[in-house]
């Protein structure tokens, strides 16, 4: 029988009290080791593996040895089955370093939650709590990360207006109305707002949300009236409509005006549709049916932005070509982006006509094998991502390598020779997934006894959240000056949580991430230097930053950035809530 995770054993927890609080909390403590050439990352103890590699980086105590300790990683403590939870063990979880579950209370004192707020460094999770007071939410309202409170029913106006003193994420999937006093006090919340349980939204309503200045989920909308159209087209900022089915012309044209990362993955895309959707401005994702006409997918690439087309099974000459025509923002080349992730191959003469796209980065996802003739095009574009390419030949190999622009993607790769291996970690473009070094696994019995520090002996890690599962690609540069939240699943896969801060002129990027405009060079010796010689880029939007995000990414919901950057976040926590042992925040699966 093998031995419980820590995650079975933390999952039997029912009852708490201070002194084991206090010995959970310190069972579960890694800190960020720092070896003089770049972050340590312990992939195999089982709790810094459990969390991703998330990382909270902050001053810390001093570290015996050569490594010195730059900050802790965000691991998650999961208390699913505590059923009470009094003040003082309240106050031991609270300096817990990480994410924190407690989804099995519901309810807690006004007491209670002013002492959870005090929690830092991860998000707090509370999805069974039925109702919060006024007090209990001023309280939550001050910590300063995720929070989740999903089976809330209803929120009185007070309990709002606490909640929207919050600049973080917050998810409210339980609220199946919002009156417009409700909504009119949650606009003014500073982070990323999820209303997944809304149904149905009033014009009033949906005036007040507009003018939310974070990422504002909808996903329950299947329909919306003319007055809602028209109230999220004066919209400016991140908006993710994954169910809405269908447009009526006049929804379409009101809702093209709509300025920054918009989601459609099931509308019905007809002319107007097609026509209306071409003339937004931002970052565009949308899913077409396989057939979908070329009448109708030219205007859609003529949108001037990041664009993510899903359900394109095959393409022709004729579609490639409309494709390859992307243009970029304001005519610039190198701004802007092309995702296609669910074509599983293509032609040589369709990759020859893809090559030549010059917008920006090509994403081609879906692709998992990759014969001569096909590799021999596409490694003439400067900016292409094959991260689900999972073995390739040693003639392969030796194409790939001859990559000479700025980032060739091949962040899936797991199968390939050792001499094959050498010759693209060779070429300075190339991005592979690290591959740490093994040591046997702590036990754990070894792991309460003594909190385990990040081996030094491994190799360095190449980002801070290093999750495998999903698509790889892209990271976000935030439209607006506030922090931006991604993971590297989350950059292609939903779009992946990096926590730095970043604006539409200044982004701190990786270098796969260099179709931005604000392209980094940096001193840290685990980040590779980024060029600008493929495309060309306004010298004034180039800024000089350091970014403690090392240069690779691997792939969680689709997000888009503004005209200038791209994300991709829609499959956000889909692989990890597939495996029972693995849960990382938030509860979202996609977007």
């Given at each position: 029988m093998s031995e419980p995770s820590l995650r079975d054993l933390t999952d039997t927890?029912?009852?708490?009290?201070?002194?084991?609080?206090?010995?959970?909390?310190?069972?579960?403590?890694?800190?960020?080791?720092?070896?003089?050439?770049?972050?340590?990352?312990?992939?195999?103890?089982?709790?810094?593996?459990?969390?991703?590699?998330?990382?909270?980086?902050?001053?810390?105590?001093?570290?015996?040895?050569?490594?010195?300790?730059?900050?802790?990683?965000?691991?998650?403590?999961?208390?699913?089955?505590?059923?009470?939870?009094?003040?003082?063990?309240?106050?031991?979880?609270?300096?817990?370093?990480?994410?924190?579950?407690?989804?099995?209370?519901?309810?807690?004192?006004?007491?209670?939650?002013?002492?959870?707020?005090?929690?830092?460094?991860?998000?707090?999770?509370?999805?069974?709590?039925?109702?919060?007071?006024?007090?209990?939410?001023?309280?939550?309202?001050?910590?300063?990360?995720?929070?989740?409170?999903?089976?809330?029913?209803?929120?009185?106006?007070?309990?709002?207006?606490?909640?929207?003193?919050?600049?973080?994420?917050?998810?409210?999937?339980?609220?199946?109305?919002?009156?417009?006093?409700?909504?009119?006090?949650?606009?003014?919340?500073?982070?990323?707002?999820?209303?997944?349980?809304?149904?149905?939204?009033?014009?009033?309503?949906?005036?007040?949300?507009?003018?939310?200045?974070?990422?504002?989920?909808?996903?329950?909308?299947?329909?919306?009236?003319?007055?809602?159209?028209?109230?999220?087209?004066?919209?400016?900022?991140?908006?993710?409509?994954?169910?809405?089915?269908?447009?009526?012309?006049?929804?379409?044209?009101?809702?093209?005006?709509?300025?920054?990362?918009?989601?459609?993955?099931?509308?019905?895309?007809?002319?107007?549709?097609?026509?209306?959707?071409?003339?937004?401005?931002?970052?565009?994702?949308?899913?077409?049916?396989?057939?979908l006409p070329l009448a109708r997918l030219q205007p859609l690439v003529r949108h001037q932005g990041p664009l993510e087309i899903a359900g394109l099974t095959s393409l022709d000459e004729r579609q490639a070509r409309v494709l390859a025509a992307q243009p970029g923002p304001r005519g610039i080349r190198g701004l802007s982006c092309l995702f296609i992730d669910t074509l599983s191959s293509i032609t040589p003469a369709v990759a020859s006509i893809l090559a030549t796209h010059t917008a920006g980065g090509l994403f081609l996802t879906g692709i998992k094998e990759l014969s001569e003739d096909v590799a021999r095009e596409l490694v003439k574009h400067p900016i292409l991502s094959l991260d689900r390419v999972t073995h390739v030949s040693d003639r392969v190999a030796a194409i790939l390598a001859t990559h000479s622009g700025v980032t060739l993607s091949l962040r899936g790769l797991v199968d390939v020779s050792p001499q094959a291996l050498a010759r693209l970690e060779a070429t300075p473009s190339v991005e592979l997934k690290q591959r740490p070094k093994s040591r046997p696994a702590a036990t754990i019995a070894e792991i309460g006894a003594e909190p385990c520090r990040a081996s030094t002996a491994g190799a360095r890690a190449v980002h801070p959240r290093d999750r495998d599962a999903g698509r790889s690609g892209l990271a976000e540069a935030c439209s607006s000056n506030r922090r931006v939240d991604m993971t590297e699943a989350e950059c292609r896969n939903g779009f992946r949580h990096c926590r730095y801060r970043s604006t539409e002129q200044e982004c701190a990027l990786t270098s796969h991430e260099c179709n931005t405009p604000g392209w980094t060079r940096t001193s840290d010796p685990g980040i590779r230097n980024l060029r600008r010689d493929n495309f060309a880029v306004p010298e004034e939007t180039t800024k000089s930053t350091v970014s403690l995000c090392p240069s690779t990414t691997s792939g969680s919901t689709s997000d888009f950035a503004s005209t200038a950057s791209f994300t991709a976040q829609r499959a956000e926590k889909a692989a990890d809530l597939r495996n029972p042992q693995i849960q990382s925040w938030p509860s979202r699966t996609n977007d």
């Open positions: 927890i029912r009852h708490l009290d201070a002194s084991r609080a206090r010995r959970l909390v310190e069972a579960f403590r890694r800190p960020v080791l720092h070896d003089g050439h770049g972050i340590a990352y312990d992939a195999v103890d089982p709790v810094v593996a459990g969390t991703h590699g998330w990382l909270r980086l902050a001053a810390a105590e001093p570290h015996a040895g050569s490594a010195e300790v730059v900050g802790h990683y965000q691991t998650h403590l999961y208390l699913h089955e505590v059923l009470r939870l009094p003040l003082s063990v309240a106050r031991e979880l609270a300096r817990h370093r990480g994410h924190l579950y407690l989804d099995k209370l519901t309810a807690v004192t006004d007491a209670v939650a002013a002492e959870l707020a005090t929690h830092e460094g991860g998000g707090l999770s509370l999805n069974n709590l039925r109702r919060l007071s006024g007090p209990a939410a001023i309280a939550l309202g001050r910590h300063g990360g995720e929070i989740a409170l999903n089976r809330v029913t209803h929120l009185g106006e007070a309990a709002a207006l606490g909640l929207a003193r919050h600049a973080n994420d917050l998810s409210l999937d339980g609220l199946t109305v919002l009156e417009p006093k409700v909504a009119a006090a949650l606009s003014n919340h500073r982070g990323d707002l999820s209303l997944d349980g809304l149904t149905v939204l009033t014009g009033r309503a949906a005036g007040h949300l507009a003018r939310h200045a974070g990422k504002l989920h909808l996903h329950g909308l299947t329909a919306v009236s003319d007055e809602v159209a028209e109230a999220f087209g004066r919209r400016t900022g991140f908006l993710c409509l994954r169910q809405l089915q269908h447009l009526t012309a006049a929804q379409a044209a009101s809702l093209s005006g709509h300025r920054g990362p918009l989601h459609l993955s099931s509308v019905k895309v007809d002319d107007a549709v097609a026509d209306c959707l071409g003339r937004h401005q931002g970052s565009l994702m949308i899913r077409v049916p396989a057939d």
